[in-house]
């Protein structure tokens, strides 16, 4: 007898939970879920996890930028608990943060509205000579500095992605939350206000039975991001990646995903933005909010539609490939939840 398509069988799964049309998709998650992975759907209570091409459902993944929705979230707990102010200066805070410009606050910095580059000048050459850990040589002073001298936050912010911006917001709210300024502080500011709470498993150090990433280049290194390791430094697994989506559904996670902007240069696959996420849809019935990650060897995705109640989360093994679509994951996670319009590379 022939054994069904175990991806087959994945998406009919989905599509039950979803109560979507899932078949015309198979093309799309066969080349997202070439090297293995997992996929992981929940809604009004009914859950799926599946693991692929070998990967155990249970799988913890480097997660890349799907940290940065956890980092927005950790903001939002920061100021429900009195020790932040979304709009407020975050040189306010003082100690290493005083030199800061006085136009950046959390609020820009988690929607990239800060005016700030992507990186740091020098990792245009550590990320060749440092391929898998181009974050690694810099210090916190030296972040903090790049943030000093590019920032150019304006009355008409324009939308800018920027791992830097988040990862100086990381930094900030380690502060904030009386840990010491560094990405241990954020990690520990993190399981304190956010993941410990909801009773997550994500966390900044990798566990020893870690999914293995697969790059381009043959590598199975995890990806470092040194001091900016709340824009893309954190662990998790799919079931608990579900567990925070829902938990912004329902409250727990907080409220600061509704402040929803339209900044000027919003790339058109997004309808706007909020702190730590991106949204899709040009209807309220259809509006989703996602954010993706690309490390050198896994590429991640997380999303949530509250017109559905729905949560998606897809963990694939393997880098962008060099040709063919490189917004893959992205895109299946958006047509899983019902957005509207792909997305490019943001």
Request: one cysteine or more.
């Amino acid at each position: 007898m022939f054994r069904k398509d175990p991806l087959k069988l994945a998406l009919e799964e989905v599509a039950e939970v979803l109560g979507t049309e899932t078949r015309p998709l198979l093309g799309l998650a066969r080349s997202v879920y070439r090297r293995g992975g997992v996929l992981g759907v929940q809604r009004v209570g009914r859950r799926v996890v599946v693991g692929l091409g070998g990967v155990p459902a249970g799988g913890v993944f480097e997660l890349a930028s799907v940290t940065k929705p956890f980092t927005a979230a950790l903001a939002d707990a920061l100021v429900r608990a009195g020790r932040l102010e979304w709009e407020a200066p975050l040189s306010r805070l003082g100690g290493a943060l005083r030199r800061l410009p006085p136009g950046l606050n959390a609020l820009n910095l988690a929607t990239h509205t800060a005016g700030l580059p992507a990186h740091p000048a020098r990792v245009v050459f550590t990320s060749m000579t440092r391929f898998s850990d181009p974050y690694g040589p810099l210090s916190v002073p030296g972040v903090l500095g790049s943030a000093r001298r590019w920032a150019r936050p304006g009355p008409q912010a324009r939308f800018g992605y920027s791992n830097l911006g988040v990862g100086v917001l990381a930094l900030a709210l380690a502060q904030a939350a009386g840990e010491e300024v560094s990405a241990a502080g954020y990690g520990r500011a993190l399981e304190g206000f956010v993941s410990g709470p909801l009773a997550l498993g994500v966390a900044l150090r990798p566990p020893a039975n870690v999914v293995s990433p697969v790059s381009l280049l043959g590598g199975g290194n995890l990806t470092g991001f040194g001091p900016l390791a709340g824009a893309g430094g954190l662990f998790g697994p799919a079931a608990d990646l579900l567990a925070f989506a829902q938990a912004h559904l329902d409250g727990r996670a907080g409220e600061h995903w509704q402040r929803r902007r339209h900044p000027p240069g919003l790339p058109p696959h997004l309808s706007g933005v909020a702190p730590g996420w991106f949204i899709s849809g040009r209807q309220p019935d259809q509006a989703v909010w996602w954010h993706d990650g690309l490390a050198r060897g896994t590429r991640t995705a997380l999303g949530f539609c509250p017109a559905s109640g729905a949560s998606v989360v897809i963990l694939a093994r393997g880098g962008a490939p060099l040709l063919g679509l490189r917004s893959g994951v992205p895109s299946l996670l958006l047509a899983l939840l019902g957005g509207s319009g792909g997305p490019g590379s943001v």
